[in-house]
């Protein structure tokens, strides 16, 4: 009864703080984290263990158990959610050092009028010794002929389908927090949409993404990203066709364009009807 009535008495203390604070997702360490800064201003018992102190909170409605079950090697996961959490909120707590991408990062920053129902998290593989990266144009047909890769490691989550795609090593370039979010900028957006363009509904849905951009990009941050990132693949013959394509005038494209362009690259995986530009010597569906 003593511990009930600790709990009882702080309680609006507790439900003032879970809702005056700017995170909404918990999981259960952060919880336990909590309990143990707050436990002497809240009067708790040194009995209260994080166990039953999520018991006490989600009995008193104060933050809900959400469970998330994934495909894949990924394990499940349980989070805690204050009622005014977004699901954006929700899906970048799940991994950690994860950020919204693609799609999903395309609509937070207002390039697309598209409602997202599956939502792109990424997280990045660990950093991975330089090596002697050599490439084929046979090699580059052969990858490009075939489907794009896409990740199995998802989750279904009320009326959205979360992915969690294992993105390659980029020292976190273009990412930043939007509202205790992390998502991608702008331009690191563009970039995740023209290498994996599935990511975003094709490459008719990208065209649109780029030409919603085009008078708000920054070129220049674009290629110090894309330098960053250091692709094998010749990326920026597909951006440059995307900005072309948009818009975007030929002077503001002299850096991209003057980058070598040995290979035939290719804007899409698996196309069956092509056209070739010369401009960017790359292949794209026909008739974008």
């Not at 390039?111 to 998290?121: A, D």
């Not at 995740?192 to 919603?212: C, E, F, M, N, Q």
């Not at 008078?215 to 990132?229: C, G, R, T, V």
């Amino acid at each position: 009864m003593g511990n009930k009535s600790r709990f009882y008495i702080a309680e609006s203390n507790i439900k003032a703080f879970f809702k005056e604070s700017v995170r909404k997702v918990y999981s259960y360490e952060q919880l336990g984290e909590i309990l143990e800064q707050k436990r002497n201003q809240w009067n708790l018992p040194i009995t209260m263990n994080t166990e039953k102190f999520i018991e006490k909170i989600t009995s008193s409605n104060t933050l809900k158990k959400e469970e998330f079950f994934f495909s894949g090697s990924l394990s499940n996961k349980i989070r805690y959610v204050d009622s005014a959490s977004s699901i954006f909120q929700l899906a970048v707590s799940l991994i950690n050092k994860s950020y919204l991408s693609h799609f999903t990062a395309a609509f937070i920053h207002g390039l697309t009028n598209q409602i997202p129902k599956t939502i792109y998290i990424t997280f990045e593989q660990s950093k991975k010794n330089q090596i002697e990266r050599q490439l084929e144009q046979e090699r580059i047909d052969i990858a490009f002929s075939k489907a794009q890769r896409k990740s199995e490691t998802i989750a279904i989550y009320e009326d959205y389908t979360l992915v969690i795609h294992n993105g390659m090593y980029s020292h976190r370039a273009g990412i930043y927090v939007l509202d205790d979010i992390s998502v991608t900028n702008i331009e690191r957006t563009l970039i995740d949409i023209t290498v994996r363009p599935a990511y975003a509904g094709g490459v008719d849905s990208v065209l649109d993404i780029y030409k919603h951009s085009s008078n708000i990009i920054s070129i220049n941050k674009l290629i110090a990203i894309l330098e960053k990132i250091n692709f094998i693949y010749p990326y920026h013959q597909a951006i440059g066709f995307y900005l072309e394509r948009a818009g975007i005038a030929t002077s503001r494209l002299n850096d991209l364009m003057k980058k070598p362009k040995p290979y035939r690259f290719y804007l899409n995986y698996e196309m069956k009807e092509m056209e070739f530009d010369k401009t960017w010597n790359i292949f794209s569906p026909k008739g974008i």
